[in-house]
């Protein structure tokens, strides 16, 4: 195997290609590829953020990383219909994400929960027609993170003029790899086969309405970075197949939460000042090397919290971390049981399974 595509390869890929090895050289292969792989991943998320931020904003920042997020996604998982109208719903994705987070903030009340439910699914359903591939839990974050930082005005404008840029990269990369693919497959032949029935429809529907209970909520409380919240509930909705059992991630989640917020505050305190800044860089790096769910839930925590602990001081985002998810969580555990309940009395013949 080629180096080049070893660094294509997700790391839990290359750990069982590892464990299988015979040789201690064939093992150190593998794991320089997962190295590798990590800190170019993290090099270029740094340029190209930066550099995008540089261009329309610090307060665009989010959606820079939103897009970065994309653009790695799209590279390998398409839509699953024809490349012209995926370059549409590309479109309509991008502006979902730029208007509704801003709309949100002077929506009254009681508008709330249609506009984020009508958003967040409208989103699942143009992108997320297979699950297992992982871009419902891509777009529902780039949803939620941008809805925990709307901007308005002239920062609205630069935030539309950064998704037209980004539009621009995501869509070649679409087009380039994925234009074979599906040539016969319309987006109005999947609209047609809408059936809540279906487990992926039903998947869709669970994951649109908590979300946008659980950010609704968030946001009419006065949540502090209730996004967190959202991002707690989402981990727990976007586990396919669908199946009404949360516990083991509601679990794998808070631990992981507890586990790598701790962690940073340890290291916080315990390393020179002038390290700080490079503590979302490091849970970057760490990350590259997770496979199992609860690091990657730790080693998440370390680049919201490196934010956190500038607006709220070390404590103050430590604590709020570990509280927000555990409401989350708790809201998302709740919820499931609720819904599978409601569902199976209407969808009994297609929930037996599950």
Not at 164 to 186: D, E, M, N
Not at 252 to 276: D, K, M, N
Not at 302 to 320: D, K, N, R
Request: charged share 10%.
């Amino acid at each position: 195997m080629r180096f080049y595509d070893a660094l294509q390869m997700d790391p839990s890929v290359l750990k069982r290609k590892s464990a299988a090895c015979d040789t201690k050289k064939e093992k150190a292969y593998y794991w320089t590829a997962i190295a590798v792989r990590s800190v170019l991943i993290v090099a270029f998320a740094i340029v190209f953020i930066s550099l995008l931020s540089g261009v329309f904003g610090s307060d665009n920042t989010p959606l820079a990383v939103a897009l970065f997020c994309m653009m790695l996604g799209i590279r390998f998982v398409n839509f699953e219909y024809c490349i012209g109208d995926s370059l549409i719903t590309l479109a309509a994705v991008l502006a979902i994400l730029v208007l509704v987070p801003s709309a949100a903030v002077v929506a009254p009340p009681v508008l709330l929960i249609p506009l984020h439910f009508a958003a967040f699914f409208a989103i699942l359903y143009m992108t997320t027609q297979r699950p297992e591939m992982g871009n419902g839990g891509l777009y529902s974050f780039a949803y939620i993170y941008l809805t925990g930082n709307p901007v308005m005005g002239e920062a609205l404008v630069r935030r539309g003029l950064m998704a037209v840029v980004g539009y621009l990269i995501c869509g070649a990369i679409l087009f380039a790899k994925h234009r074979h693919q599906h040539k016969t497959t319309r987006f109005h032949h999947v609209m047609r086969k809408f059936d809540l029935s279906g487990p992926v429809h039903l998947w869709q529907l669970r994951m649109a309405l908590g979300v946008s209970l659980v950010m609704t909520a968030g946001q009419l409380f006065g949540v502090e970075r209730f996004m967190w919240m959202g991002f707690a509930c989402a981990s727990l909705l976007s586990e396919y197949p669908y199946s009404s059992n949360t516990v083991t991630r509601f679990w794998q989640r808070l631990v992981g939460a507890v586990a790598g917020s701790c962690a940073f505050f340890v290291l916080y305190l315990v390393t020179p000042e002038a390290f700080h800044p490079l503590m979302g860089p490091l849970g970057g790096l760490c990350l590259g090397f997770c496979t199992d769910y609860r690091y990657k839930t730790a080693m998440n925590c370390f680049g919201a919290l490196m934010l956190g602990a500038g607006i709220y001081g070390l404590q103050g985002a430590v604590i709020l971390r570990v509280v927000d998810t555990f409401l989350g969580v708790v809201f998302g555990l709740v919820f499931a049981t609720v819904f599978h309940y409601l569902a199976a009395v209407r969808l009994q013949p297609a929930l037996k399974e599950n």
